[in-house]
């Protein structure tokens, strides 16, 4: 098989990559093709588990889907996650390897490395008709590039044509794109094929003299003026909780307050983007205790580092604020590294969580975690031990977590005949290892049903709508609305592959 490769590479972080990378999987399935991700290197906190209880970048676990394929380790081979200031645990084809200082990644490892990705491109190329490939940051960091494994040197590695794309809505569009292809070398500029404008808003004409300029300036064609569209598809970088979506919404304006604490070192912040869909919900972050108030719900979210996390907590006057919450009768949830940090002691033995140091947690549920160094990274499926409802999740910790209170209830009774979780004795404080929780989004209902009925509000009666069927609606849409403003058969001239339109 003869594969095609198309890379998306960027100005900059954030501008949009893993979208556009998501939308062309979805248009290349849409039209027939065996497509697939791919992302050498990814530096994320959010991650993925594949079926056999493998963690990648979210991104690509997204990308996957939205291509109709089944995610696997070889579409993102090496996995950074940050765990504390310049030093990131490093996982290889899904498995922790080492943890590790951004020095001696990048002067020890990053070579080692290229057999790993390689290998996996070239499976990947044996399997599937296109891979697209997604960069990381800039391809044009100078003093980064001849270690860098992300960018050029896999469009190299998979012969991709690459398409440049550029955050318009930041400021600057055309500059950030003239500065990056002169930074470039002579063979990464040849690379690069077209460039697709994002994020844009306001009048497209007003853009046309620009765009002419560029073209001739560069001799590189613009493929697309991409409009701003909010959908919602996972994030996985941080940078994504500077959105709209999280900007603090005034506490009145909704019937119902769910706040998440922005903890430094926040994994997985994706669990609560179920609850941007409930009607009448209002979602904010909470960075410093001035913004707390008194939410109806408080999540704990995940973190890469829970010791560190509840540090911050305790510094910041958190933990005396959230047990004056809970006596209050705030409803409370902890998922992960929150979960862990709820309970009476956290013990780290073998020193799993920095430097060894044995903690005092919330006290808000009867349970205590020992840290070890087995990581567990796995699909769940389990039942509420309440009243038996079937929910799906997927577990990424170190660590034990164990109830020491007889009259407390476990959460869930797993598939595997494991429990998992906590549930305080009045059922207001729920503690579990179980990502993805919220996108149940019945049992989600239910939470903000009991909320409102709290309130004296009138339960929601409208359909639920399933988590799946909402991603397969988002990647729909996403990719009619990239398409649609793409000149589909420029890309695929550049990819040397026939258009379905001329078949």
């Known amino acids: 098989m003869t594969t095609k490769a198309l890379m998306i590479q960027g100005t900059a972080s954030d501008v949009g990559k893993s979208m556009i990378c998501t939308a062309f999987c979805r248009i290349f399935s849409d039209e027939g093709f065996k497509v697939v991700p791919f992302k050498s290197q990814n530096m994320a906190l959010n991650s993925f588990v594949t079926i056999d209880g493998g963690e990648i970048g979210r991104a690509q676990g997204v990308q ?3 291509a109709r394929v ?3 380790t070889d579409m993102n081979p090496i996995l950074l996650k940050p765990k504390q200031d310049m030093v990131s645990e490093v996982i290889v084809h899904g498995k922790h390897f080492l943890d590790m ?3 001696s990644y990048r002067n020890d490892f990053v070579q080692e490395a290229m057999p790993i990705v390689e290998k996996s491109v070239r499976k990947l190329q044996d399997e599937y008709e296109i ?8 391809p044009a960091e100078i003093n980064l590039k001849d270690r860098d494994i992300a960018n050029m040197r896999m469009a190299h590695l998979a012969d991709a044509a690459v398409i440049l794309v550029a955050d318009i809505d930041r400021g600057g569009v055309f500059a950030s794109i003239i500065g990056t292809l002169t930074l470039l070398d002579e063979a990464e500029r040849k690379r690069v094929k077209g460039i697709i404008i994002n994020k844009f808003r306001g009048m497209r004409e007003l853009l046309d003299d620009g765009i002419e300029w560029l073209e001739k300036a560069t001799g590189i064609p613009v493929l697309a003026v991409v409009p701003y569209i909010e959908i919602n598809i996972e994030a996985e970088d941080s940078l994504a909780l500077s959105s709209l979506r999280f900007k603090k919404p005034k506490q009145q304006e909704f019937a ?3 706040a998440m604490i922005r903890l430094p070192r926040i994994s997985n912040f994706t669990d609560v983007d179920p609850f941007f869909d409930e009607p009448e919900v209002g979602v904010r972050l909470v960075r410093s205790l001035s913004e707390l108030g008194t939410p109806d719900l408080l999540i704990l979210p995940g973190t890469k580092n829970t010791v560190d996390d509840l540090q911050w907590l305790r510094d910041e006057g958190f933990v005396e604020a959230i047990q004056k919450l809970r006596a209050k009768g705030t409803r409370i949830f902890g998922i992960c590294g929150g979960f862990q940090m709820l309970g009476d002691q956290l013990l780290d033995p073998e020193a799993v969580e920095g430097d060894g140091r044995n903690s005092e947690g919330l006290g808000l549920l009867p349970v205590t975690t020992v840290f070890n160094t087995s990581k567990k990274t796995k699909q769940m499926t389990g039942n509420l031990l309440s009243n038996g409802q079937e929910l799906t999740g997927f577990e990424i910790h170190l660590g034990q977590t164990e109830i020491h ?4 209830m476990a959460f869930l009774k797993l598939h595997d005949s494991r429990l998992d979780g906590a549930v305080s004795s009045d059922g207001r404080v729920i503690g ?3 990502h993805g929780i919220f996108n149940n989004r019945e049992y989600t209902r239910e939470i903000v049903n009991a909320l409102r ?5 009138p339960a929601i009666s409208e359909e639920v709508k399933t988590d799946a069927q909402r991603r397969e609606d988002a990647y729909q849409l996403l990719a009619e609305h990239v398409k649609k403003h793409t000149d589909m058969e420029k890309v695929y001239e550049i990819m040397k592959l026939t258009s379905p339109s001329t078949i």
């Not at 891979?131 to 800039?138: D, K, P, T």
């Open 405 to 408: 209170d007889s009259n407390t």
């Open 64 to 66: 996957a889907e939205a």
């Open 70 to 72: 089944i995610a696997t």
């Open 101 to 103: 200082t951004a020095t």
């Open 432 to 434: 579990t290892y179980f």
């Open 453 to 457: 009925i709290e309130k004296g509000l």
């Open 131 to 138: 891979i697209v490939l997604e960069g990381a940051g800039s």
């Open 256 to 258: 119902i307050d769910v």
